[in-house]
């Protein structure tokens, strides 16, 4: 059974103190309240991930996750962080091609496929961001194809091996902190074509053990329908992740 994941991308948000207060608050939560199934992914911004970890070393199901490494090994790149100085720091996981960085800081899919072999190379889960905008969306066609090509791209490049352990997440642009959702309709219809398009390249039984997350305003009143989606397993959440109520709740959004 493919792994149901739940990930907490605060980006540019959490003083130290703030983001000490809200881990504390996850973690207690989460042993009483969460199925240990559940795979709870934080991503906070990279000074947090000197501590982090230690907050919940106990927890198994709970995991650390940057929102971003640098496509080289190391070297003079003032202000960047490379995959294996985040892996020194215990790191599990890192958010790559979010759409905010593509459109912020120019990151094209050849970049992000130097990103994704770095993630690889120092045993970081990519968690690998593609969606559309609302332009493509309101297009009617094609943005399935713009979506799937964006995997291609940065992606299609993997080994079978490699490509197991990359994790999708679907974000619509038009849906990411406008309080507008993809139905669950337009996810399970984008997700399974995703899915289609990775057994394309890995064959079905590789595609059928990829997590695929869905992202954009998902909050505690949508995760239980969009995570009822036989290909949505589980999300990339923004502003829901923080607090930890709204976190916690969408983590006990998965029917089992
Ligand atoms: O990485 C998370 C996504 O950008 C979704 O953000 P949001 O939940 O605030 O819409």
Known sequence: MRKKIVAGNWKMNMTKEEGQALISEVVNMAKDEVNSQVVMV?????????????????????????????????????GEVSASILKSFDVDYVILGHSERREYFQESDELLKLKVDQALANQLTPIFCCGESLAQRQA????????????????????????????????????????LTATSAQAQEMHAALRKHIASQHGQKLADEISILYGGSAKPSNTPELFACPDVDGGLIGGASLKSRDFIDIAKSFKW
Do not use: D, R
């Open 42 to 78: 934080l991503c906070p911004p990279f000074p947090h991930l000197g501590y982090a970890k230690k907050m919940f070393q106990s927890q198994a199901n709970i995991f650390l996750g940057a929102q971003n490494c640098h496509e080289k090994t190391s070297g003079a790149y003032t």
């Open 140 to 179: 009617g066609s094609g943005f399935i194809e713009f979506v799937c090509g964006q995997i291609t791209q940065s992606l299609f490049h993997l080994s079978s091996e490699q490509f197991a352990k990359v994790v999708i997440a679907y974000e619509p642009i038009w849906a990411i902190g406008t309080g």
